[in-house]
């Protein structure tokens, strides 16, 4: 598609990209059959190919209104359409440059600014960690829309004492360690059990819930802190620094895109993305050991939904699962694998209702063939998942460092 951009924007590096993104698509429609969004609403401005159009005449001079901004937020950013468009479109980027401009040129109702700003700063902030254990402390009390965001206290265990030779950075994001601060301490027990050190920094959003709530400028503040805490340990030579929520892995592996006009950083976001790996990026060369450490063969019947940040976001596809029945589980098979839960960040909160939806479609696709377990590798669909299934719902570390234990 040929775009004519406005004078506002044609000049400008966003204003660039975007139009070499826009020029890419072809129009086909393709992504529109995998769009959770058009599944649910059939309307091709709730489609990628529609919202491509929507952001194209906005960036040509068309003043947005409230129902553009009403089809951009409906999206996901699941870029489950990335997956499937056979020209490469970059759709996410494309609409991290289209709603910015929205933003600017639509005012929001002050209910929503105030949501907005209450989970931009209220989810990063110190004080999430108390007012998330109090929650959790009072959970049977609470009503049922906050009871399904408090995931039940339960507790980390013990964090490895042993030093080794090989350290690797782990970093603590902002919400995990307090909704569910086992994924940390299984993901050092698992690493230690590998004879692979943890070094954790202080928690720290990675910067994709400003960043997705259109504060790029705050999502930077934080991104330019997480370079300055880890780059001491980069320069120590830490191996890797290890991702254990596939949404934060996701957004670590764009500082080197988001920080590229910056002389200060753009270097050293480089070399952030190039040292991080996702667990499931990790831990395939170990299966071997895995397997010796292992006391006994695997009989659980398990069901792996890969979140869209790890197999669209990251493409990684079919990794977990291949590892997970290469240590003897049997991971049975998933339905529309490529669709969105609904959780999507802040999307729960914004859009409940398609959300819920999506949540509950995708229950029924996992629970189908009765699993014992259900696994992931975000914390968000993890949580989501869990509001409504009537399976456990567990991060695959998790099951991996209780199996070890065993
Ligand atoms: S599949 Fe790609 S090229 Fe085709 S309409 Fe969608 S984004 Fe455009
Ligand atoms: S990111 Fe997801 S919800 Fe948004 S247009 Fe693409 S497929 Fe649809």
Redesign the pocket.
Known sequence: MKAQLADFIKDTPEGKEAEDIVR????????TATCPTYQLLGDELDG??GR?YLIKQVLEGVEPTESTQLHLDRCLTCRA?ET????G?Q?GRLLDIGRSIVEEKVARPAGDRLMRSALKHGLTSKLFGPAMRTGQALRALLPEAIRAKVPERRAAGAWPQRSHARKMLLPLGCVQPSMSPNIDAATARVLDALGIESITPPANCCGAIKHHLNDHDAALAEIRSNIDAWWPHVEAGVEAIVMNASGCGAMVKEYAHLLRHDPAYAEKARRIVALTRDLAELLPEHVPTLIEKLSKRQSERVVFHPPCTLQHGQKIRGVVERMLSDLGVEVLPLAESHLCCGSAGTYSVLQPELSKQLRDRKLAALEDQQPELILSANIGCITHLASGAHTPVRHWIEWLDARLAD
């Open positions: 890419r698509c072809v129009h086909c429609g393709f992504c990628p190919r491509i359409c499937t468009c056979p020209s479109v759709y």
